[in-house]
T-cell receptor, first 114, second 112 residues
Framework: EPEVTQTPSHQVTQMGQEVILRCVPISNHLYFYWYRQILGQKVEFLVSFYNNEISEKSEIFDDQFSVERPDGSNFTLKIRSTKLEDSAMYFC????????????FGPGTRLTVT | KNQVEQSPQSLIILEGKNCTLQCNYTVSPFSNLRWYKQDTGRGPVSLTIMTFSENTKSNGRYTATLDADTKQSSLHITASQLSDSASYICVVLSYNTDKLIFGTGTRLQVFP
């Protein structure tokens, strides 16, 4: 069964460094998403992406964050200058269509900022 | 403010028993409500998706109900198994947006 994959599974970085989190969505899906989950807290929406553009973003997704689909398969989340509070689990998800269609989540990347 | 609240926060049951988890939401306008299962350190996995017109939806031993008038949903798990130990998250999508709104989840532990 097709699945969303994410790399790396765990990333440790120093405060102020740039990180790129990578995701490979399910191949025929058109909508892509990033979420984060700070330890012990609820999952929070960051951004949605369709047709090579951001379609929606939350207030968390400030200028420090960017997303890109550099080729036909990868979908990346870049954090330009990491802060301690960026430490969280980051989940990528994809769906065929938006709305009532199911979003399939990847296993997540645990980002630890020291 | 759009919010999703769940109860209880945590629940311990014995294998083979049934349980019901609750969800209340204030999201408006409402599009659909989802229940996800999340194992520790893993991504959420969808169990059910219900739109405004659906009152009940089942997926194996999981049965979700929705009352759109009172803005309440429940997830009933029948004949629990050890593998049901996980967090169960109620998620609501508002109309014409991509932004899923997550509840804090109910942490279920099933003991033998």
């Amino acid at each position: 069964e097709p699945e969303v994959t994410q790399t790396p599974s765990h990333q440790v970085t120093q405060m102020g460094q740039e990180v790129i989190l990578r995701c490979v969505p399910i191949s025929n899906h058109l909508y892509f998403y990033w979420y984060r989950q700070i330890l012990g807290q609820k999952v929070e929406f960051l951004v949605s992406f369709y047709n090579n553009e951001i379609s929606e973003k939350s207030e968390i997704f400030d200028d420090q964050f960017s997303v890109e689909r550099p080729d036909g398969s990868n979908f990346t989340l870049k954090i330009r200058s990491t802060k301690l509070e960026d430490s969280a689990m980051y989940f990528c998800a994809s769906s065929e269509v938006r709305g009532t269609y199911e979003q399939y989540f990847g296993p997540g990347t645990r980002l630890t900022v020291t | 403010k759009n919010q999703v609240e769940q109860s209880p926060q945590s629940l311990i049951i014995l294998e083979g028993k049934n349980c019901t988890l609750q969800c209340n939401y204030t999201v408006s306008p409402f599009s659909n409500l989802r229940w996800y299962k999340q194992d520790t350190g893993r991504g959420p996995v969808s169990l059910t998706i219900m739109t405004f017109s659906e009152n009940t939806k089942s997926n194996g031993r999981y049965t979700a109900t929705l009352d759109a008038d009172t803005k309440q949903s429940s997830l009933h798990i029948t004949a629990s198994q050890l593998s049901d130990s996980a967090s169960y998250i109620c998620v609501v999508l508002s109309y014409n947006t991509d932004k899923l709104i997550f509840g804090t989840g109910t942490r279920l532990q099933v003991f033998p």
